[in-house]
T-cell receptor, first 113, second 114 residues
């Protein structure tokens, strides 16, 4: 099976812009989660989608949003970008919730100037 | 609320020596515990997990971890480290009481010297 894919891999934006990141899960996986990784804050949970419904959300402002489509592909959007949003954004998929293993994509590195 | 602690920022070992990366956790209910490894500019790779059953879990690349409920620990071990094991290691926990949210430790950088 193909792994989790994320597009684009690299992105440069300026403050105030918005950005949309895409994630395609492993075939058959219904749960998709998003994480932000920065040197200072480590890995922080953004949100989880399961069967097109947001099931869990981390402590991020409303500028961060996401959605999941019927084919389980997911997008996350960040509006009004700030310098502090520069990070590696990781997507992970699992077949189900609970104790299922999450498999991670390579990430999208976002740089906000 | 759940939390994960990795008390060591860095672990340095010589190739061929045993490698241990420490992890302790705090959850309300029964934990689901995971170890991941991250190489530079890459995503996280799954190594192993504990859900239930035998406390000693064997995973990829010769790694294993021991679940200790009384000490709330889940240390990662490898009997003989390789230079290629040099990477960033993350411990993570999912708690049913927290709707299965996956929480990560801060990470431990492992350096294996030749």
């Amino acid at each position: 099976k193909a792994g989790v894919t994320q597009t684009p891999r690299y992105l440069i934006k300026t403050r105030g812009q918005q950005v949309t990141l895409s994630c395609s899960p492993i075939s058959g996986h219904r749960s998709v989660s998003w994480y932000q990784q920065t040197p200072g804050q480590g890995l922080q949970f953004l949100f989880e989608y399961f069967s097109e419904t947001q099931r869990n959300k981390g402590n991020f402002p409303g500028r961060f949003s996401g959605r999941q489509f019927s084919n389980s592909r997911s997008e996350m959007n960040v509006s009004t970008l700030e310098l502090g949003d520069s990070a590696l954004y990781l997507c992970a998929s699992s077949s189900n919730r609970g104790g299922e293993t999450q498999y991670f994509g390579p990430g999208t590195r976002l740089l906000v100037l | 609320a759940q939390s994960v602690a990795q008390p060591e920022d860095q672990v340095n070992v010589a190739e061929g020596n045993p490698l241990t990366v420490k992890c302790t956790y705090s959850v309300s209910g029964n934990p689901y515990l995971f170890w991941y490894v991250q190489y530079p500019n890459r995503g996280l790779q799954f190594l192993l997990k504990y859900i239930t059953g035998d406390n000693l879990v064997k995973g990829s690349y010769g790694f294993e971890a021991e679940f200790n409920k009384s000490q709330t620990s889940f240390h990662l071990k490898k009997p003989s480290a390789l230079v290629s094991d040099s990477a960033l290691y993350f411990c993570a926990v999912r708690d049913r009481e927290d709707d299965y949210k996956l929480s990560f430790g801060a990470g431990t950088t492992v350096t294996v010297r030749a």
